[in-house]
Nanobody, 121 residues
Framework: QVQVVESGGGLVQAGGSLRLSCAVS????????MGWFRRAPGKQRELVAH???????NYSESVKGRFTISRDNAKNTVYLQMNSLKPEDTAVYYC???????????????WGQGTQVTVSS
C-alpha cells in the first residue's frame, strides 16, 4: 500500500522560512510526479509546485522566486523550501505523488494528510 506522509509545517513570522518534506513509502514501480497543493480558508485549491521525473519543475506565479521544490529519488522524498513567507501563504499544504505500482503506463495519485502552515504578520 502506497503512503504519502508530510512533515514540516508550523507557525512562522512573515519573512521567515519553512521546509516541508514528503515521503512516499510502500511497494511501487515508479513515481512520475511529486508536488504540492495548498488550500487556504475560503479559497480554491492551488497547485504550488511540482517536479516531474526527468527534472521538469513548475511553480505557481504566487510562489515563484520564493519557494523551491526538490526531490531525492533515492529516498522517494520531495521537499518544498519556502522562503520570504507572507501571510497569504497561510494554508494547509498537501503533498501528492503520481505513482505507478505495476509497470503499466498508468499512474495513480496518492495524497498526504496535509500539514498546516501559518504565517503571522
Amino acid at each position: 500500500q502506497v503512503q504519502v506522509v508530510e512533515s514540516g509545517g508550523g507557525l512562522v513570522q512573515a519573512g521567515g522560512s519553512l521546509r516541508l518534506s514528503c515521503a512516499v513509502s510502500g511497494s511501487h514501480f515508479r513515481i512520475d510526479v511529486m508536488g504540492w497543493f495548498r488550500r487556504a480558508p475560503g479559497k480554491q485549491r492551488e497547485l504550488v509546485a511540482h517536479i516531474i521525473t526527468g527534472g521538469s519543475i513548475n511553480y505557481s506565479e504566487s510562489v515563484k522566486g520564493r519557494f523551491t521544490i526538490s526531490r531525492d529519488n533515492a529516498k522517494n522524498t520531495v521537499y518544498l523550501q519556502m522562503n520570504s513567507l507572507k501571510p497569504e501563504d497561510t494554508a494547509v499544504y498537501y503533498c501528492y505523488a503520481d505513482v505507478n505500482t505495476d509497470g503499466s503506463p498508468t499512474s495513480f495519485r496518492f495524497w498526504g494528510q496535509g500539514t498546516q502552515v501559518t504565517v503571522s504578520s
